[in-house]
């Protein structure tokens, strides 16, 4: 194997998969929306999910998709002082980013000026300084944008995080350049719990009515192309054994994918495939690094009676029923309904059908039967 050879699998969260699989039909989606023009109800888009899902992922894809046509791309992390963050860091670099292209509009930006990120224009335009608000700085970024047939995008990661008076006020300022027909348009991903916290808001309507797309497991068919391809480019492909093994391990989780594909490649660079042995050793690591990144912190965020009821589902296949959870736990039918609900909305577990529930992350049963076990 080459010195220069270089692992392909990017196995850390928020970096884009080396084969994107399993998402294809809703980054069409978005696109599609960027196309139809405003009043396309993609253009205002969520992704949910549990940990590790690939909700990072969809946001670089859209994110992708929007700088393809042109658009001005404006992405944040939620955290405390978002709506600041926006105002004073993130709208003023893409106004500056526009400084001087030599496609764009006529009129200059000169540089960022006032006391809360509002920019100043050159003095041959005759336009007034921009108020410090976020509403008319996203139409500003917009009336330049639309001098070349392109939009703004806001891009929001981590949603959850977020207190709901800022999200509030993001969307207020998104549903009135919806309603102006101008060439905007968003997209935020989040936990489902957190999410459905700040969409319980009873002025944060319009988010409700974005297209959500509630991210699952990927289907083991397209997660044997996502390791099978960037292994075999890169020079170092799965044996037919080995590739069955690995992807059955994934158990369609995305970010398990990229751990899997990792983890078999640096078992043994200078062999010239991944045997079953290879694939064996870096699924157990691949498992032991998932593990501790998400299964480990989502286990502890969990309360003493919803830990009963997920152990509870540890024997099953695949899916349980609630009455099998009653029976095990000895919950009434009350308590049993409002920890199923609870957890659905931590992205612990998902409905499959009436009465029944499965685990969103097939490998948090894995997890949990190993500490059943210790």
């Known amino acids: 194997m080459s010195d220069e050879f270089r692992n392909p699998f990017r196995p850390t969260f928020g970096s884009p998969p080396p084969r994107f699989v399993g998402r294809e039909a809703i980054r069409w989606s978005f696109a599609q929306g960027l196309d139809d023009g405003p009043g396309s109800p993609a253009r205002a888009t969520l992704y949910v999910g549990a940990r590790g899902v690939g909700k990072t992922a969809m946001l670089n894809e859209a994110e992708r998709e929007a700088e393809l046509r042109g658009w001005i791309v404006i992405r944040e992390t939620a955290r405390a002082g978002l709506v600041d963050s926006l105002m004073r860091a993130r709208i003023p670099e893409a106004f500056a980013a526009l400084d001087g292209r030599p496609s764009g509009p006529a009129r200059r930006i000169t540089g960022v000026d006032t006391p809360f990120g509002g920019v100043s224009f050159d003095s041959t335009t005759n336009d007034p300084e921009i108020s410090p608000d976020l509403r008319s700085m996203i139409e500003q970024l917009e009336q330049i944008a639309s001098t070349g047939d392109t939009g703004v995008l806001l891009s929001i990661d981590e949603l959850h995080a977020a207190a709901t008076e800022e999200i509030r006020e993001i969307a207020i300022a998104i549903q009135h350049t919806f309603r102006r027909q101008l060439n905007v348009a968003f ?7 957190g999410l459905d916290a700040i969409l319980d808001d009873d002025i944060i309507t319009f988010l409700r ?3 959500r797309h509630d991210l699952g497991p990927i289907d083991l068919t397209l997660v ?3 390791l099978r391809d960037p292994a075999a480019k890169a020079g170092r492909p799965f044996d037919d054994d080995a590739l069955r093994l690995a992807t059955a391990a994934t158990e369609g989780f995305a970010f398990m994918i990229q751990l899997v594909g990792f ?4 078992v043994d660079r200078t062999s010239p495939t991944i045997t079953v042995a290879d694939a064996r050793i870096g699924i157990d690591a691949a498992r032991h690094r998932v593990d501790s990144l998400v299964h480990e912190p989502e286990f502890r965020g969990l309360t003493d009676r919803e830990r009963a009821f997920v152990f509870a589902m540890v024997d099953d ?6 009455a099998a959870i009653r029976e095990r736990t000895g919950l009434d039918m009350n308590n049993t309904n409002t920890h199923r609900h609870r957890l659905i909305r931590k992205g612990v577990i998902r409905p499959v059908r009436k009465g029944y529930v499965a685990f969103a992350n097939a490998g948090f049963r894995t997890y949990l039967g190993n500490r059943k076990l210790n």
């Open 187 to 193: 997209v935020g991903a989040g936990l489902p719990a």
């Open 209 to 211: 009515r974005a297209d």
């Open 224 to 226: 044997d192309e996502g």
């Open 263 to 266: 983890h078999c490649i640096n």
């Open 317 to 322: 296949a695949d899916e349980t029923a609630m």
